[in-house]
């Protein structure tokens, strides 16, 4: 099988910045792409940043030019470097691996247990 790991949330001040980190791991050959996505109470779940093997990136509006997301194939690890925090902002955030081919054959997509960012002064 395959696992994400998420770390970096927490509470920051607004106009903070945070970095998650979210590793996966398994029998995995690759990965088309991986995101984040997250979840305020309340809401649905919303696409935050998305990068692929590529790394072609592509961001939702309300984090563009603040957030900058990236990967590392070699560790099937992506990050997310969150900057000029607003108290918008606090949600729990998921990653995301999509089209993951495992255990040789296998392809499917997969999620992180989610980790909670809280902007607040």
């Known amino acids: 099988q395959v696992q994400l790991v998420e770390s970096g949330g927490g509470l920051v001040q607004p106009g903070g910045s945070l970095r998650l980190s979210c590793a996966a791991s398994?029998?995995?050959?690759?990965?088309?792409?991986m995101g984040w996505y997250r979840q305020a109470p309340g809401k649905q779940r919303e696409l935050v940043a998305i990068i692929t093997s590529g790394e072609s990136t592509n961001y939702s509006d309300s984090v563009k030019g603040r957030f900058t997301i990236s990967r590392d194939n070699a560790k099937n690890t992506v990050y997310l470097q969150m900057n000029s925090l607003k108290p918008e902002d606090t949600a729990v955030y998921y990653c995301?691996?999509?089209?993951?081919?495992?255990?040789?054959?296998?392809?499917?997509?997969?999620w992180g247990q989610g980790t909670q960012v809280t902007v607040s002064s």
């Open positions: 995301n691996a999509h089209g993951v081919v495992y255990m040789g054959y296998r392809v499917g997509d997969f």
């Open positions: 398994g029998s995995i050959f690759s990965i088309n792409a």
